[in-house]
């Protein structure tokens, strides 16, 4: 059995019982029921996915994949394809956003070389390379299927590594000079709506960019004709290295009953597709803040999925999942600290 199929093997429904010993706990804190809101339904997805009607957060690590995209030829992006392995190096020697983002929420980082263009040597870079960028999609499918697969397993293993080193949640981070052209396409592939409602201006793109943008992604998934109902056949033509890299971390998370924190626009393709491979997935996922990406709010309505910011981010890098371990940590400590009823002393109210 291939590590993919082991994987999704692996993924099961929430634990039931944990989530109603944990609704029980809550309801005897006090304070009115349900009065926490997001908080409440944070500890009893926790508990599910844990098993633990008292989930505790021990150790949070950001999974940052990257990989360049042939497709940057097309003009898509703001900013020139070098900047990726630039910004790599910016987070391993700790001075960008997600950097000090992931300080606050005391979450470590890992960044994985999973498809840049070049070479770039750090000793604390995970080098996973499947290969050198993908291809230009807009003249045949962006890797080959045999391709996608490695690197979702290569996502898999690296989720399984933090795993194995006491990560107890994970959070998703991606770099990719053009990478939301490749996410567009993967939301208009799976939903079919209208182009306009996909693509976004990235890194910052003006009008006649956007424009352009747009009209690349139409022409990728004409000449690739992707199947909407085979998710890594999505994932080859259209797809990205990294984007296929956090697919396999959220499933990797998934299948070892670890929540996964879910970013911004690029790591909800990478949703997407993990929750078209494998729908249970789909319950291990938190989702962090909506993206300004225009598309990113459709992505989250197709996975269901809810999230707790709205902070008119879209930097990626894993930023807004970080921001959201704040919160996800507060729901755990409620869960813990706060005093039942009777230990306190107080009056249940009148039924």
Do not use: W
């Amino acid at each position: 059995m291939s590590k993919l199929n082991e994987t999704i093997s692996r993924i099961t429904d929430l634990n039931k019982e944990a989530i109603k010993m944990a609704q029980q706990h809550l309801d005897m804190l006090t304070k009115p029921q349900g009065s926490l809101g997001v908080l409440e339904d944070i500890v009893k997805q926790l508990a599910g996915i844990t098993g633990n009607p008292m989930p505790k957060l021990e150790k949070k690590v950001v999974i940052i994949m990257a990989g360049d995209h042939g497709v940057v030829e097309e003009g898509i992006s703001a900013f020139p394809q070098e900047v990726t392995p630039q910004m790599v190096l910016n987070f391993l020697a700790g001075g960008a956003a997600i950097n000090v983002l992931s300080r606050h929420a005391g979450a470590e980082i890992v960044c994985c070389d999973i498809g840049i263009a070049v070479d770039v040597e750090h000793h604390d870079l995970i080098v996973r390379k499947v290969r050198r960028s993908t291809n230009n999609m807009t003249k045949g499918p962006a890797m080959s299927r045999s391709e996608a697969i490695k690197a979702i397993e290569v996502g898999i293993e690296v989720a399984e590594e933090q795993i194995a080193k006491g990560a107890s949640i994970l959070a998703t981070g991606d770099m990719g000079i053009g990478n939301t052209t490749p996410s567009s396409a993967i939301l208009k592939v799976f939903t079919g709506c209208p182009i306009e409602k996909a693509v976004g201006r990235g890194t910052g793109l003006n009008d006649n960019g956007l424009a352009r943008k747009a009209m690349v992604i139409n022409r990728a998934i004409e000449i690739n004709n992707p199947d909407p109902e085979d998710p890594i056949d999505v994932l080859s033509k259209v797809g990205g290295l990294e984007i296929a890299g956090l697919a396999g971390v959220i499933l990797g998370g998934a299948a070892h009953k670890i929540p996964v924190v879910i970013d911004g626009f690029i790591s909800t393709a990478a949703a997407m597709i993990a929750g078209k491979i494998e729908p249970k997935a789909i319950n291990y996922m938190i989702a962090s803040h909506v993206s300004e990406e225009p598309g990113h709010k459709l992505m989250l309505e197709t996975l269901e999925l809810y999230p707790m910011l709205h902070m008119k981010m879209r930097l990626g890098e894993g930023t807004g999942a970080a921001l959201a371990l704040h919160i996800i940590d507060a729901a755990t400590h409620v869960q813990s600290e706060m005093a039942t009823f009777e230990s306190a002393g107080v009056a249940t109210a009148k039924q």
